[in-house]
T-cell receptor
Framework: KAGVTQTPRYLIKTRGQQVTLSCSPISGHRSVSWYQQTPGQGLQFLFEYFSETQRNKGNFPGRFSGRQFSNSRSEMNVSTLELGDSALYLC????????????FGSGTQLSVL | EDQVTQSPEALRLQEGESSSLNCSYTVSGLRGLFWYRQDPGKGPEFLFTLYSAGEEKEKERLKATLTKKESFLHITAPKPEDSATYLCAVPRGDSSYKLIFGSGTRLLVRP
């Protein structure tokens, strides 16, 4: 069974640009969550999607957005990039239940210059 | 406020030297506590879920336990391949599905 797949693996952008990250969940998983991981802040929740609807959102500015498609694949977009957006962006999926474990992808390492 | 605190921040052990990692939490209505292992440049890998005080789970050299206020990850006779960052997380106490992660314990096991 294939795991959570994230593309691209690495990305280098400059300030002011925008970026789109992609995530394919485990087959049968309908919930996709996104997390930002930095050395200083650790893992922080961005948002969660279920059946193409955003179910929850973390405390990030509106520059961070996402969407989920009918096949459960998800994309995350960051507009007007800032240096502080440099981080490892992790996608995780689960079938649904709140207390069910998350399966994480390997992440996209974004560097903003 | 829901909170997860892990200690120590970093731990260095000699191969075979057993120890424990701590995860203390503050959340209303615990709906599970999760332990993950993360290797550099990779996403967290699930280890255990604990649901109620007194529960214990084991996997190879790892054993996780849970009380009403904290969880411990015991590492018995560790090997260098156990070197990683260990994260614990709990779902928020509201109706959301957000996981709150601790800052992790970086474990280094030297041969």
């Amino acid at each position: 069974k294939a795991g959570v797949t994230q593309t691209p693996r690495y990305l280098i952008k400059t300030r002011g640009q925008q970026v789109t990250l992609s995530c394919s969940p485990i087959s049968g998983h309908r919930s996709v969550s996104w997390y930002q991981q930095t050395p200083g802040q650790g893992l922080q929740f961005l948002f969660e999607y279920f059946s193409e609807t955003q179910r929850n959102k973390g405390n990030f500015p509106g520059r961070f957005s996402g969407r989920q498609f009918s096949n459960s694949r998800s994309e995350m977009n960051v507009s007007t990039l800032e240096l502080g957006d440099s981080a490892l962006y992790l996608c995780a999926s689960r079938r649904d239940r709140a207390n069910e474990k998350l399966f994480f992808g390997s992440g996209t390492q974004l560097s903003v210059l | 406020e829901d909170q997860v605190t892990q200690s120590p921040e970093a731990l260095r052990l000699q191969e075979g030297e057993s120890s424990s990692l701590n995860c203390s939490y503050t959340v209303s209505g615990l709906r599970g506590l999760f332990w993950y292992r993360q290797d550099p440049g990779k996403g967290p890998e699930f280890l255990f879920t604990l649901y109620s005080a007194g529960e214990e789970k084991e996997k190879e050299r790892l054993k996780a336990t849970l009380t009403k206020k904290e969880s411990f990850l015991h590492i018995t006779a560790p090997k260098p391949e156990d070197s990683a960052t260990y994260l614990c997380a709990v779902p928020r106490g509201d109706s959301s599905y957000k996981l709150i992660f601790g800052s992790g314990t970086r474990l280094l096991v030297r041969p």
